[in-house]
């Protein structure tokens, strides 16, 4: 049976990086070593990294303004490491709370500083963004979840603010041109569109550092890892190695323009196929979907459960809404080919 | 030409795991899917996690009162983690300062709390370790870091104390059998003994936690770690199955009795050979000397150059000094084989 990957991440990976990612682990580059053997200070690794970090600064058209970090832990480690560097009890946070992530984001940032919640769309569940955002005055900074991966809403015009704009991009990050000169710090776990979980990239202005006085543990410390090049302690290696794999394959299939124009006929393939049957429905406002996650339920509930069984006898793998939002999820990062959607497509129509 | 691994972390792995990591990377456990692509919270890989802690429970012999946890970030996150969560103003920290590792581990501890560094070895290069501990009344608990990647000593005997015991074993996990019950917490990077680099073990006494009244952010609170069995946020998917590799290799080669044979019939063959030439010395009190990794030099400082090139041509990766140290590392971590020690003394032999 032929499976269809919608995992909401980690996820789906273009076939090709698996496959190099696998030839790595018994020849790494012709050394004779594995890629999970070498030292990360060799140059063979510090290569890697170097050209990761190219790769992702030609990808969002940055300059040198900007310094490019592969960390660990992911956006729950950002939720802290964001405030404990950027924020005191002189500043302010002004945090978009859309959903479960920047949700946690409020209560981390809470704990190194003031924090004010500027849309808090819980409402309405989340199903729309507030986009009239009003920031106190003091406000040092504007953090938004860019893509909404529980929730299914996603920002497709980001808020024009003077202030530092932070962007957690997780689940969405590479998914379409867009002017990422906008933000001057993003951040995004790997295991969506740029790799396999275990790395999470952070690009940071240079500038936005050093306006906070508490002692900040080294580890934690974005101005350390910049001084080493991203090289603080011994990194994810093998985690940097996909994401170098994935962002390599990004650009050779035509770079974001590419990825946009796959995503939107994806996203407009499965939304017009919900709109267009009874049997289904999306409360996301329209103009605010996302076109990577699509949350949506069946109109009448007593058929989830059956719905669900039938994906997982069609092998469509990863489906099931989250648990605080039920319903169906389907997600269609960069990797997943459109004749997945197609398959998912005709048995919602058949299931009808 | 046979290239011999004698890197010191990130190292040599078993050419099973490497295998076998490779395969699951195609298709994890038949499931049609590669392990980069499954979710966390997938059955099939909680059923991965639970069998790593399971087998680490039984290799150290521990019981319940122990956690068993798989994080991100390494020692040097462990350096300001262990503080965080044990250390405030009222308490005191002992730290063993043997080298680079313990020296960081006492910087970043000061962030949280008074230290006190109760073995300095500086006064000899920390060629040996001074065991004559003088804990200051209200020591909250001891750090030692049980092996010294980089100068070359290992604790032999673990120092018995009436305070919680805590042990960096990142460079000597599972290399032998040992009184694990004797510590309270342990942390590891997988990168030597246990995996690949981009997981970090993390065993740790329940009883030990609750003490401190700072707000500890979720990332690095080991009790909300705890509570959400290593599953808080997306984890190192990959190297946390690496390392179940490793510690079922372990296992099945005859645990740790069997480790420790080969690493002592390595070490002393290393060891042997070096005392025995005249060309080479090694400075580490031989009762301190690390199984793990021998630090020693040439006698006539102008040859090492010429003996680090005869290396490189010889397929011996890995084996020139710590920056800040100089001289030779032969790192033997337990998928090292002795035939790539024989293989090393032989070159030395010819040299002299």
């Known amino acids: 049976m032929q499976l269809h990957n919608f995992n909401s991440g980690p996820a789906i990976l273009p076939a090709q990086v698996l496959e190099q990612a696998a030839a790595a682990i018994h020849n790494f580059n012709s050394t004779g070593l594995s890629i999970l053997e070498i030292g990360h200070r060799t140059s063979w690794f510090v290569e890697v990294v170097e050209e990761a970090k190219a790769t992702v600064k030609k990808l969002m058209d940055i300059g040198d303004e900007y310094e490019v970090l592969f960390l660990q832990g992911g956006a729950t480690m950002q939720f802290m490491q964001v405030p404990m560097n950027l924020l005191d009890e002189n500043g302010m946070a002004a945090i978009c709370d ?7 984001a409020v209560k981390e940032a809470k704990i190194f500083g003031p924090v004010t919640v500027v849309a808090d769309t819980s409402d309405k569940k989340h199903t729309y963004l507030n986009k009239q955002l009003v920031l106190p005055e003091g406000t040092s900074y504007l953090h938004i979840t860019t893509n909404n991966t529980v929730e299914g809403t996603q920002w497709h015009q980001y808020p024009q603010v003077n202030v530092p704009l932070i962007g957690d991009m997780s689940s969405d990050i590479f998914c379409r041109p867009t002017n990422y000169k906008q933000f001057d710090l993003i951040y995004a776990g790997a295991q969506k569109n740029m ?43 093998f985690s940097i190695y996909v994401s170098l794999l994935t962002l390599r394959w990004i650009e050779k299939e035509g770079g974001l323009i590419e990825m946009e124009k796959r995503n939107k006929a994806k996203a407009e393939l499965l939304y017009n ?8 429905y999306c409360p996301i406002a329209k103009e605010d979907r996302s ?62």
């Open 98 to 104: 859309n959903g479960v992530w920047g949700n946690k």
């Open 291 to 352: 076109i990577m996650n699509a949350v949506f339920f069946l109109t009448d509930p007593s058929k989830e459960e059956s719905f669900l069984a039938l994906c997982k006898n069609k092998g469509m793998i990863g489906v099931k809404g989250y648990r605080t939002v039920g319903g169906v999820r389907v997600s269609m990062y960069n990797a997943l080919p459109i004749s997945s959607v197609q398959a998912f497509c005709e048995l919602m129509e058949n299931f009808s």
């Open 195 to 237: 790799g396999a979980a275990g790395v999470t990239l952070v690009v940071i202005k240079k500038s936005l550092l050093g306006k906070v006085k508490r002692q900040i543990p080294a580890i934690l410390d974005y101005q350390k890892h910049i001084d080493a090049g991203s090289l603080l302690n011994t990194p994810p290696v």
């Open 273 to 280: 196929t919900i709109d267009s049957l009874p049997a289904f």
